[in-house]
């Protein structure tokens, strides 16, 4: 007999079924909970809701594993490139070589922008961050695109949105860093491949060509892979409750870029370099800011650890540690604040505070340090973070609209004042 579970109401007896995925993850299905009771969950920050059932990323956050399409990280990033692994998430299996080289030269047909784009950067000021121009810039490809306005048109058309977006966004985000600098903008070159393409964007000059290392090109594509998919979180929920919607691709994936700015998801890894820094200039005492994080009274938490899911370790916080030492001695880079970030995570390891709450350093702990190792300035960490999680936002969005699933719509407990009669301003 399959398992049920049963809710006990007012003295009545209440069944719903059980549901269990191909990992064993079970969950209680609720579906008809208020048609049948009249009541509602209520389950603050979503932290025992499964809002789907997906079959795109699994993770163990207690024995830390996570699996795409049920490859295992640690394998993929050792071995696949970028674009295998956004093929994979997006189509369901592993390309063949035919299939690669198609989606590959399908991608690099669509790397240009619209030459009246760049219109839009100029009027952006020279700070602008670059995510709010990133998310602007995404958003801004449906007015280009109008066909790409219904997401239901056909295969073809949901295709090619997917194509273009994953051809363009990194132009945009590099123009986003070159606009910064107020540096001429750098044109795609479709000999490269995405990775090198993308560092040619940000750091060639119309007088001198950059020369792409191998080693800069092996660690962005590692960074990419790690960052490309990772279940319901903040932004990927908010990828699929906006397109639950219907609105078009590039206005969702903009709500993406949106939801990842936040310090508390993508933003971590900018603001994990800026707290290092901080330390750094503050004399390096890692005790006191440990203390700092301890202390109820004060709002500083120690950026880059502890994860929603993760309560043991980060699976790609392993990976990336090790790519962090890797890319620092090959590219001969002496950096302090990986001497700081080291004895932070040694000191919060073994502090009862951090033990007991199951504060691990997240993916965002070392990731900060390789960019800073790649050249790529502060600001654009999350940008990256963006470029990576690009193909999973899509995978989602696509297993979404194509499962046919409602809009997303949650429900509330009210709790503000009864029915009262409206008064006359002159007699409040
Ligand atoms: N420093 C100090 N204390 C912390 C930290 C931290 N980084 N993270 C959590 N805590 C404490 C928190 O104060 C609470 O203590 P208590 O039980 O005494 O009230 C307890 O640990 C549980 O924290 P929570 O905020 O209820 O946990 P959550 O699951 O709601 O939040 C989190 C998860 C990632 C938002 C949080 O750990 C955090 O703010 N970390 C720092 C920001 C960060 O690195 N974010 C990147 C996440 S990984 C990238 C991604 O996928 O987005």
């Not at 903008?185 to 119309?206: I, L, T």
């Not at 906006?242 to 998801?265: D, E, K, R």
């Amino acid at each position: 007999m399959s398992e049920t579970a049963k809710i006990e109401l007012n003295g009545k007896m209440y069944e719903f079924p059980v549901v269990e995925g191909t990992e064993n993850e079970k969950a209680i299905d609720i579906t008809k909970l208020r048609q049948e009771t009249g009541y509602i969950t209520i389950d603050s920050g979503y932290k025992n809701t499964g809002a789907t059932l997906s079959a795109i990323t699994f993770l163990d956050g207690e024995e830390g594993i996570l699996h795409y399409r049920g490859y295992p990280i640690e394998q993929l990033a050792e071995k696949a490139s970028f674009i295998e692994v956004a093929y994979l998430l997006i189509y369901g299996s592993l390309p063949t070589q035919a299939q690669l080289d198609d989606f590959t030269s399908n991608i690099t047909k669509h790397t240009l922008v619209h030459e009246d784009m760049k219109q839009f950067f100029e009027a952006y000021p020279a700070k602008a961050h670059p995510m709010g121009v990133l998310s602007s810039m995404i958003c801004s490809l449906s007015t280009f695109y109008p066909e790409s306005l219904d997401p239901n048109r056909s295969p073809e058309a949901k295709n090619l949105t997917i194509l273009r977006l994953l051809a363009k966004l990194p132009t945009l985000a590099a123009w986003a860093y070159k606009n910064s600098m107020r540096h001429p903008f750098m044109y795609p070159k479709n000999g490269y491949d995405y990775c090198k393409n993308f560092m040619h964007m940000m750091f060639a000059m119309p007088t001198e060509d950059y020369d792409v290392d191998p080693v800069v090109v092996d660690a962005l594509n590692k960074l990419l892979i790690l960052h490309a998919d990772h279940e319901q979180n903040c932004s990927t929920s908010t990828v699929r409750i906006v397109g639950s919607s219907q609105a078009n691709l590039y206005a969702t994936i903009s709500a993406g870029i949106s939801a990842l700015w936040g310090p508390l998801h993508g933003g971590a890894n900018q603001a994990v370099i800026e707290m290092l820094e901080k330390i750094h200039n503050d004399g390096g005492d890692v005790d006191k800011w440990v203390l700092k994080a301890k202390d109820k009274d004060d709002s500083f938490r120690l950026m880059g650890f502890g994860h929603r899911v993760y309560k043991n370790f980060d699976p790609r916080a392993t990976i990336i540690k090790k790519a962090c030492d890797d890319v620092l001695e090959k590219l001969q880079i002496n950096d302090p604040l990986l001497a700081i970030a080291k004895k932070l995570e040694k000191v919060a390891l073994e502090d009862e505070y951090f033990k007991s709450r199951s504060l691990y350093p997240n993916v965002d702990f070392y990731s900060g340090i390789i960019y800073r190792a790649l050249g790529i300035p502060t600001e654009m960490f999350t940008v990256m973070f963006a470029l990576g999680r690009l193909p999973g936002w899509i995978a989602q969005w696509k297993e979404m609209i194509e499962g046919g699933e409602p809009i997303g719509r949650p429900r509330q407990i009210y709790t503000g004042a009864t029915t009262r009669d409206y008064v006359e301003i002159n007699k409040r």
